[in-house]
């Protein structure tokens, strides 16, 4: 078995590993990182203008960091009132699994960034890029929330198009507001 299978392998066991509601946080804050990111990107697109591909990057980069750390402090706050006790040597370790997962929803827009930066596409275009990859990433998160859910169909296709309809929304708000 090779490296990338083996790493492949383990981050499956690890997964499967998480219980429901470990789940149901990775991919709550995956999605709303993702709706501040798409709000970032939208946002540059909109005064776009003389902005180049590194400081668009260096924006989302720091919006999306200052997201994740406010989601950590708030899970640790929550935790500590809730439970009284600070998380242990485990429920730290899911926070950071948490944000570090959430992060990711940044990679795509980064290289489109880094792609405009190389010369090949211009600001605008990877921003336009990176909002179209950020509404396609709720649509994959919301069919990685309820694929295996035990619910009808029907509603399952429900979910999905409500989550994209909502993304969609997002950039039509964003537009009207920046114009």
Known sequence: MSRRSERRERRRRRRDQLTPDQRADRLKERVYVTFAALAVVLALRGHVEGLTPGQAATT?????????????????VSHVVAHNHLPTRAEGRHMVGVISSAGGVVV?????????????????????????????????????????AAIPTWQKWLLLLAEVVLGMA??????????
């Open 108 to 148: 795509l827009p980064l290289v489109f960034l880094w792609v405009a930066a190389s010369g090949a596409w211009t600001t605008a275009g990877a921003l336009t890029a990176a909002t179209y990859a950020l509404v396609a990433s709720l649509g994959l998160v919301g069919y990685v929330a309820v694929r295996r």
């Open 170 to 179: 997002v950039v039509a708000l964003e537009v009207l507001a920046h114009g």
């Open 60 to 76: 989302l980069v720091i919006t999306v960091g200052g997201t994740l750390l406010a989601v950590f402090l708030a899970d640790l």
